[in-house]
């Protein structure tokens, strides 16, 4: 068993190690250029997948938050209405013995179980990476995987991750952390 301390971001198992979240390894491995991020643009995320996962699960509804989200909260609204989207699973906590995260959403969506994540922000080469370490925590199985891109107008882009390189990507990455550790 894994808990996550929201006001830390940390992950901890039973036996109290911390393990290193999905985007955390990234961030180490030098994928994920943090230069241009500023902090209002992750609590921005933070509070739009917030927001989203209580509309998913009937709590609130979109007026209910600030006037600013409203254009995201839209966007994720019209995600779901064009392709069905179905969420099965909302903002759920996986984990290995190596890493963990959390996964935005699992669901059905034209006949396929899907794994997304939602992001407020413009696609990026390292969000398979993300999804491909999701999925594999999650057990990999037939999960279809993608990004979901809201934005402030109101409008979504869906990016499919269709590569099983990432998978390989991935665990390539686990496995370079592991030897870098034995071998220094």
Do not use: C
Not at 23 to 29: F, P, R
Not at 50 to 67: C, K, S, W
Not at 88 to 99: G, S
């Amino acid at each position: 068993m894994v808990t996550f301390d929201s006001d830390t971001h940390t992950y901890t198992d039973e036996a109290g190690n911390v393990l290193p979240s999905v985007t955390t390894i990234l961030q180490e491995e030098g994928l994920i250029d943090t230069t241009w991020m500023k902090p209002e643009h992750a609590q921005r995320g933070t509070d739009v997948h917030e927001a989203t996962a209580l509309i998913d699960r009937g709590e609130m509804v979109a007026t209910d938050f600030p006037e600013w989200m409203h254009g995201y909260l839209d966007a994720w609204q019209l995600f779901r209405v064009d392709y069905g989207f179905q969420p099965n699973a909302i903002e759920q906590l996986v984990y290995t013995t190596v890493y963990a995260g959390t996964v935005d959403r699992v669901g059905w969506m034209a006949g396929d179980n899907w794994l997304l994540d939602i992001k407020t922000g413009r696609p990026s080469k390292w969000h398979p990476l993300q999804t491909a370490a999701y999925a594999t925590a999650l057990g990999g199985g037939h999960l279809k995987r993608a990004t979901v891109h809201v934005a402030k107008t109101g409008k979504y882009r869906l990016k499919e991750h269709l590569s099983d390189e990432d998978y390989i990507a991935w665990s390539t990455i686990l496995m370079w952390r592991e030897l870098r550790e034995k071998y220094r």
